[in-house]
Nanobody, 126 residues
Framework: EVKLVESGGDSVQAGGSLRLSCTGSGFRVDESDIGWFRQAPGHECKLVQVLNRDDKSYIYDKSVEGRFTISRDNAKNAVYLHMTRLRPEDTGVYYC???????????????????WGQGTQVTVSS
């Protein structure tokens, strides 16, 4: 069974940092394309950043450029989203997704494609 478990979400002050973890089971992260989505109340579910099996990463939410990075630990079968200089607009539930869909940002997360974790809450206060 494919399963993804996110952790690391917390409440922080603006300017702070967090590291979100996505631990996989039933598959290998180094053989998968993994993406992080964010959904905040009243906002669309948005693809933030991805790390593909070819080791290439892409940012889809330009607001995180220069602040967020993504990495992988094959031994732990985990993907991480390193978040720095956090802003209140980074607030939301962050989901990691195996086989993410590009171009499907919307009010509802595109759960009809890929394998999704349960999400981890990030709250950034000003």
């Amino acid at each position: 069974e494919v399963k993804l478990v996110e952790s690391g979400g917390d409440s922080v002050q603006a300017g702070g940092s967090l590291r979100l973890s996505c631990t996989g089971s039933g598959f290998r992260v180094d053989e998968s394309d993994i993406g992080w989505f964010r959904q905040a109340p009243g906002h669309e579910c948005k693809l933030v950043q991805v790390l593909n099996r070819d080791d290439k990463s892409y940012i889809y939410d330009k607001s995180v450029e220069g602040r967020f990075t993504i990495s992988r630990d094959n031994a732990k079968n985990a993907v991480y989203l390193h978040m720095t200089r956090l802003r209140p607009e980074d607030t939301g539930v962050y989901y990691c997704v195996r086989r993410y869909l590009v171009g499907a940002d919307g009010i509802e997360c595109p759960r009809f494609v890929g394998d999704w974790g349960q999400g981890t809450q990030v709250t950034v206060s000003s």
